[in-house]
């Protein structure tokens, strides 16, 4: 059996206040994406238990999203069939897209059709908080606030297919508690001039905090990033942004001329021949 998990991007991500376990406040809306995605390759064994291949290194076999799931469901409902899983990724590590959290929520899925829906979607959510913060966005798979650490979660009303997505996936690994790490350091964030400006045209999408608090530490370590926004708002992006704790850049556009004239931008930069580019068809 084959399950494409796709993965999100933020709209804006606000940190407030660390909290007492370790992680922090945040405020966000998550949007759904169905590209890029990961391939989930299930096989049911006789044999209860997990085990998981994967076509690139870096993911621990014992450890994962989707490890974590299949333990966890089994915990609160006892599993008579094991699994046996081959992920190819196509979503980015480090790219602030969710990718691993989507994974976790697909076999989480999965898992309860398989069992006839056995457990409550309150519990399953309970379940999808434990394997990671992004998790329970990933059961809804439709626009969300999230506030908390991300696992308080309210669906809202949020069409943005009027508009051409471009995303971008740099060739650039970004750890998410380096970030958290550098934020932290820095006791205060300042919000640019610039960055003010890219708020005033995001207000066409519905919103009025979309800002991400992650991008003045990213852009210093990699100033290629924040020449892209740059260029994408050169170009009439309605708005162009950092996904997450990542490296991906996203921007929106009203008309694919823009699109089109982004794109053969960048494309004159020497470092973007080596960065990928996925458009929303």
Request: proline share 4%; glycine share 8%; charged share 25%.
């Amino acid at each position: 059996m084959l399950i494409k998990s796709g993965c999100k991007i933020n709209l804006g991500l606000k940190i407030s206040d660390k909290r007492e376990d370790g992680y922090h406040n945040l405020e966000t809306v998550f949007y759904p994406l169905s590209m890029p995605f990961d391939e989930i390759h299930l096989e049911k064994t006789k044999e209860t238990g997990m085990k998981l291949s994967c076509n690139i290194p870096g993911i621990d076999p014992e450890n994962n999203t989707l490890t974590k799931a299949y333990d966890l469901y089994n915990q609160y409902h006892a599993l008579d069939f094991g699994l046996d899983i081959r992920l190819i990724k196509g979503v980015p590590h480090g790219a602030g897209l969710g990718g691993g959290s989507a994974n976790g929520a697909e076999l989480l899925k999965y898992l309860q059709k398989e069992t006839g829906n056995a457990l409550p979607f309150q519990t399953l959510l309970e379940i999808a908080a434990k394997i990671g913060a992004d998790v329970p966005f990933f059961l809804y798979d439709t626009p969300c606030k999230g506030e908390g650490i991300g696992e308080k979660l309210t669906p809202i009303s949020l069409d943005l297919t009027a508009y051409s997505l471009l995303l971008i996936l740099p060739d650039i690994h970004i750890s998410t508690a380096w970030a958290f790490k550098k934020l932290a350091e820095r006791k205060k964030i300042l919000t640019s001039k610039k960055e003010q400006a890219n708020k005033s045209r995001s207000k066409r999408l519905g919103a009025d905090f979309l800002v991400n608090d992650f991008e003045t530490i990213v852009f210093e370590e990699y100033g290629k990033l924040e020449k892209t926004k740059e260029i994408l708002l050169q170009q009439k992006a309605v708005f162009a942004s950092l996904s997450g704790t990542g490296s991906a850049l996203f921007a929106f556009f009203e008309e694919k001329k823009h699109e089109e004239q982004a794109v053969s931008t960048l494309l004159r930069q020497d470092f973007f021949h080596a960065w990928k580019c996925i458009r929303r068809p």
